[in-house]
Structures are given as structure tokens and as C-alpha cells.
């Protein structure tokens, strides 16, 4: 082994189980550091220069308090595509991939589509790189947020149209604008917090993560009263779920009038989304 990667070792095994800190070592060799692959599992060693140690530093120190490695990169992998990420805005999940894949599936190449609470904008802009014909509008409250968003759909050569927005108190006058909202908002619940990691719960925006233990379904229920409004006849809703609530998301849905209201799994078998018709 060589001495950088001994010494990688060394400063994160404190904080990071074995096969972790293997697979960190890697990253920040040749992902941060620039690294040839080849050159990191023949065990050649790498010449730093004082910058590049200061770098190494950087990183170190920013692993030891637990910063997510995407944030530290700057960037992560969503449906093939490469998008900012930075704190204050929450890292798009695999899950979540799950959830375009199956709208790519199911719904129109000319879809209106409306994303509540748009994070990166991983969503949105995936639907308007994949359907280029899709109207696409993406919605979040925090500011930071949409100009990470904003960002990522110039790169990426997206057209979204992001607009600053608090889903629980704007005020809606857009009558059967959309034919699919789609939300994958703050669910997790306040109880649940103590079995979190500390790459999440130190360094990602609780804006993005958590509601209230007595209103587990506050963005749900108010999404799907905006619905009622904002979707066209047969519009749908698409929502990303608290694996514990499938049964009472579709109850809710129903006593709000919509239709063909179904639970779908993700690769994990989880209840984890839930789709409605209006
Ligand atoms: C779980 S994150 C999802 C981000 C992104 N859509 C994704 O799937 O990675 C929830 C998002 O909802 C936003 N949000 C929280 N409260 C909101 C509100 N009242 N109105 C609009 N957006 C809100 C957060 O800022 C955050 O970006």
C-alpha cells in the first residue's frame, strides 16, 4: 500500500467502518486527487504538491465531521446524468431515479408537469431532458435550492421553469394547467430522526427532510388539494412516500375524491410511491 493511501486510512478508520474507509480511500485518490485507477490498485505512490496537500487536508477534515463525499465532489450521479449538489440542498436518491423511470413509463411526451419542491432540480430536469416535449415547472421554497436547481438545468440544457414558492401557503390560480404533479417532498418523520447517520442529519437542510410526528402528511394532503385545482380531468398525481404511510396516503387520496389510487414498491420492497388520478 502506499503512503498516501496508508495515511488516508489512518485519519478516517476513527470514524468509518472498514469496507468505508477502503472505498473512500479510492474516491479520494482518484476522484479528488486525480489518481489513475490503475496506478491506485498497482500501489503506486502519488507526488503532492503543497496545494494538493492542503487539498488532501480539506477533504480529510471535511470526512472526519461526517460531510457527505457528494457535497465534497460537488456532484452526483442522477439517471446517468451529472448534477450539483452543495449543502442546502438535499442529494438525490436512488428511490428517486425509481420514481422518473416509472413516470417515463407511464406518462405523455407533451405531459404539463409540475415538480413540488424540486431540490437539485433532479427531477424535473430529467423529465424535460427525457420528454423534450413536456411543459416542465418546478417549484421549492428555498433559494438556495433553485439556484442550485437553476444551475444544474443551464449544464444540463434543460428548459425548466423554476419558480420560488412555499407549497403550504402560496395561493394558486393555474386551473387544469397540469396533466402530472409530481412531488417527492419533506417526509421523515421527527421520531425517526435518532436512527439517522450523521452524514444526514448534520449536513443535509432539515427544510428538505423533515415533518412534524403529528402531521406526517402535511405536503401530501396539501398537494393533493392544490390538485383538485391545478390538474386537468385524468391529470395524476406521482409522489414519493414514507415507506411507513402507503396505506394511509391511499385512504387520504380517496376521501379526496381521486381514482385508481395505487402504491407502488421500490427495488427494496418498500411501499414507496404513490400515484393518483384526478
Ligand atoms: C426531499 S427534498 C426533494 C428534493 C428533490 N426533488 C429530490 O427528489 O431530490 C424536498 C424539497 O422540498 C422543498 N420544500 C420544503 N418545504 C417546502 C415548501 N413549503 N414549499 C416548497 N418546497 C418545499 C425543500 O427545499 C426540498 O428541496
Given at each position: 500500500?502506499?503512503?498516501?493511501?496508508?495515511?488516508?486510512r489512518?485519519?478516517?478508520?476513527?470514524?468509518y467502518?472498514?469496507?468505508?474507509?477502503s472505498?473512500?480511500?479510492?474516491?479520494?485518490?482518484?476522484?479528488?486527487?486525480?489518481?489513475?485507477?490503475?496506478?491506485?490498485?498497482?500501489g503506486?505512490?502519488?507526488?503532492?504538491?503543497?496545494?494538493?496537500?492542503q487539498?488532501?487536508?480539506d477533504?480529510?477534515?471535511?470526512?472526519?465531521r461526517?460531510?457527505?463525499?457528494?457535497?465534497?465532489?460537488?456532484r452526483?450521479?442522477?439517471?446517468?446524468?451529472?448534477?450539483?449538489?452543495?449543502?442546502?440542498v438535499?442529494?438525490?436518491?436512488?428511490?428517486?431515479?425509481?420514481?422518473?423511470?416509472?413516470?417515463?413509463?407511464?406518462?405523455?411526451?407533451d405531459?404539463?408537469?409540475l415538480?413540488?419542491?424540486?431540490g437539485?432540480?433532479?427531477?424535473?430536469?430529467?423529465?424535460?431532458?427525457?420528454?423534450?416535449d413536456?411543459?416542465?415547472?418546478?417549484?421549492?421554497?428555498?433559494?438556495?435550492?433553485?439556484?442550485?436547481a437553476r444551475?444544474?438545468a443551464?449544464?444540463?440544457?434543460?428548459?425548466?421553469?423554476?419558480?420560488?414558492?412555499?407549497?403550504l401557503?402560496?395561493?394558486?390560480?393555474?386551473?387544469?394547467?397540469?396533466?402530472?404533479?409530481?412531488?417527492?417532498?419533506?417526509?421523515?418523520?421527527?421520531?425517526?430522526?435518532?436512527?439517522?447517520?450523521?452524514?444526514?442529519?448534520?449536513?443535509?437542510?432539515?427544510?428538505?427532510l423533515?415533518v412534524?410526528?403529528?402531521?406526517?402528511?402535511r405536503?401530501?394532503?396539501?398537494?393533493?388539494v392544490?390538485?383538485?385545482d391545478?390538474l386537468a380531468?385524468?391529470?395524476?398525481?406521482?409522489?414519493?412516500?414514507?415507506?411507513a404511510?402507503?396505506?394511509e396516503?391511499?385512504e387520504?387520496?380517496?376521501?379526496?375524491?381521486?381514482?385508481?389510487?395505487?402504491?407502488?414498491?421500490?427495488?427494496?420492497?418498500?411501499?414507496?410511491?404513490?400515484?393518483?388520478?384526478?
Amino acid at each position: 500500500m502506499n503512503k498516501i493511501v496508508a495515511y488516508i486510512r489512518s485519519r478516517l478508520q476513527p470514524y468509518y467502518t472498514a469496507e468505508e474507509v477502503s472505498a473512500l480511500s479510492r474516491i479520494v485518490c482518484c476522484d479528488l486527487l486525480g489518481q489513475a485507477p490503475t496506478d491506485y490498485y498497482l500501489g503506486k505512490d502519488i507526488a503532492l504538491s503543497p496545494k494538493k496537500e492542503q487539498e488532501l487536508e480539506d477533504i480529510l477534515q471535511r470526512l472526519s465531521r461526517f460531510e457527505p463525499l457528494q457535497y465534497i465532489e460537488g456532484r452526483t450521479l442522477f439517471l446517468g446524468r451529472e448534477f450539483w449538489v452543495a449543502p442546502g440542498v438535499l442529494i438525490p436518491r436512488p428511490e428517486t431515479e425509481e420514481l422518473v423511470e416509472l413516470m417515463l413509463k407511464e406518462i405523455p411526451a407533451d405531459a404539463r408537469i409540475l415538480d413540488v419542491g424540486t431540490g437539485s432540480g433532479c427531477i424535473a430536469i430529467s423529465l424535460a431532458k427525457e420528454l423534450p416535449d413536456a411543459l416542465v415547472t418546478a417549484w421549492d421554497v428555498s433559494p438556495e435550492a433553485l439556484s442550485v436547481a437553476r444551475v444544474n438545468a443551464r449544464k444540463l440544457q434543460a428548459n425548466v421553469r423554476f419558480v420560488e414558492c412555499d407549497v403550504l401557503a402560496c395561493q394558486v390560480d393555474e386551473v387544469g394547467l397540469y396533466d402530472v404533479i409530481v412531488s417527492n417532498p419533506p417526509y421523515v418523520t421527527e421520531a425517526e430522526k435518532a436512527d439517522m447517520e450523521p452524514n444526514v442529519l448534520q449536513w443535509e437542510p432539515s427544510l428538505a427532510l423533515f415533518v412534524p410526528d403529528d402531521d406526517p402528511l402535511r405536503f401530501y394532503r396539501r398537494i393533493a388539494v392544490l390538485g383538485r385545482d391545478m390538474l386537468a380531468d385524468g391529470g395524476r398525481l406521482y409522489f414519493e412516500i414514507n415507506r411507513a404511510y402507503g396505506r394511509e396516503m391511499v385512504e387520504m387520496l380517496r376521501t379526496m375524491g381521486y381514482v385508481r389510487v395505487r402504491v407502488k414498491k421500490d427495488l427494496s420492497q418498500n411501499d414507496r410511491f404513490v400515484i393518483a388520478e384526478k
